[in-house]
């Protein structure tokens, strides 16, 4: 916008000019990770003392660990292993799992394809249609692996198989997208009404992903049970780099984290907030607490367990566009098993083993007995953090 008031006219006489407004004099400082550190407080606790355990959509957790909706994480046999070390999985009602009988044959496929043929490799394998009995055995098969049924669709097909899951004994519905907002408009459609798909939906219906304080609040006004942030940080995803979308995960964590407050305060309801994506190492899960989070969905560090469907690699979940990349597969190797990777013992130092271990020691360094008492630590802008006497870690590795 230009400013109305003329600069006043310069002594030689010429011409004034009226004041510019740019954009960029206006840019919002945003913070990730590596832009952040956790500052120490009055106190320390033993980490036995630490307490990691929730309830989180009605669904008890002890650790607060979410495995992503995608094809290369999360089957019925994933989602048993992580129950019974206190997480929760996820499963994508839109991917191999509900389309093919037996998917061992496309994953190995989509894992040992060439580079240069994996889009039209995983176009291909998103082309068979979804099973509604195939959705039901997989909620079946979860059961009986000893784990509560969590699924996820996008909107366009959640009104579709939201109802179909629940009557089928899933305990909780995950309403996914790139980006999801409170007023979603559309053509070709009718858009999914949140505010009445869950006051109709007998089970709770969690929503994502937002980086957004006010789409939040909005989307807790219409019955979300949890919100899911972050758009484009997870290590497979490619929307910043196609759409030029996303916000850094602390900033996005943390304003989304003021809004459930601020909904709390109004309302007497919690609604939780998860960080999605963005988080490799354990000194990120402690500082995506430290935002704001109530929980943390991971991808590409659980695709790297032994249990994981996805053979040592990892992509994107499906973009629901048809000429556009459906994110990129990634090469993640296979770390060890489940219980490794997040319970350790750690044999790396770069901070990728031993996550759940990792984030109670350091909420007992900083004194933090609670998920909440972590929201609470202190978080300082600390750009050098990364490198400050770190020169000699950076030549050995």
Known sequence: MIEQELAAPSETGARPVPKFDSKVDRLRPTYGFDD???????????PNDVELGQTFCGIELAIPILAAAMDAVVDPGFAGALARLGGLAVLNLEGVQARYEDPGSILERIAGAADEEIQAVLSEA?????????????????????SKAAVSATPAAAR???????EHGAELFLVQSQVSSARHLATDYDPLSLDEFTRFMPIPVAVGNTTNAEAAYLLMEQGAAAVFVGVGPGAACTTREVLGIGVPQVTAVADVAAARDSYLRETGRYVPVVADGGMRRGGELAKAIAAGADALMLGSPLARAAEAPGRGVNWGMAAPSPVLPRGTRIKVGIAGSLEKILFGPATVSDGSQNLVGALRQSMAALGARTLRDMQAAELVYAPAIQTEGKSWQGRGR
């Open 36 to 46: 952040v550190s956790l500052a120490p407080g009055l106190e320390t606790i033993e």
């Open 160 to 166: 579709r198989w939201g109802p179909f899951c629940a």
């Open 126 to 146: 998103y082309a068979v249609p979804v099973r509604e009995d195939l959705v039901a055995l997989r909620i079946q098969q979860i059961h009986d692996a000893g």
